[in-house]
Nanobody, 115 residues
Framework: QVQLMESGGGLVQAGGSLRLSCAAF????????MGWYRQAPGKQRELVAL???????NYAEHVKGRFTISRDNAKNTVYLQMNSLKPEDTAVYYC?????????WGQGTQVTVSS
């Protein structure tokens, strides 16, 4: 089994920055994809960014140029550096890990951006 533990959410003013972290524990394979999704109240969960174990990244259009995803394979940890935050970035941010055919999710961390 795999467990994901997120940290780093909080309250920030518009234009500010936050860094999210997500550590994976358990049976982690060397080849996997880790990422971040978010869900705002009344909306569906949406992709924010993904990164493969080889370092290939993919970003949603609305965060390109503002957010940076990275990972430390030795620590099985993925990070999301969020800059120039906007009120519309307010959501619960979920970490994900996909390996083989299984997707694992973290419990989520709240990010609130005040205007």
């Amino acid at each position: 089994q795999v467990q994901l533990m997120e940290s780093g959410g909080g309250l920030v003013q518009a234009g500010g920055s936050l860094r999210l972290s997500c550590a994976a524990f358990g049976s982690i394979f060397s080849i996997n994809v880790m990422g971040w999704y978010r869900q705002a109240p009344g909306k569906q969960r949406e992709l924010v960014a993904l990164i493969t174990s080889g370092g290939i990244t993919n970003y949603a259009e609305h965060v390109k140029g503002r957010f940076t995803i990275s990972r430390d394979n030795a620590k099985n940890t993925v990070y999301l550096q969020m800059n120039s935050l906007k009120p519309e970035d307010t959501a619960v941010y979920y970490c994900s890990l996909v390996q083989r055919t299984t997707t694992y999710w973290g419990q989520g961390t709240q990010v609130t951006v005040s205007s």
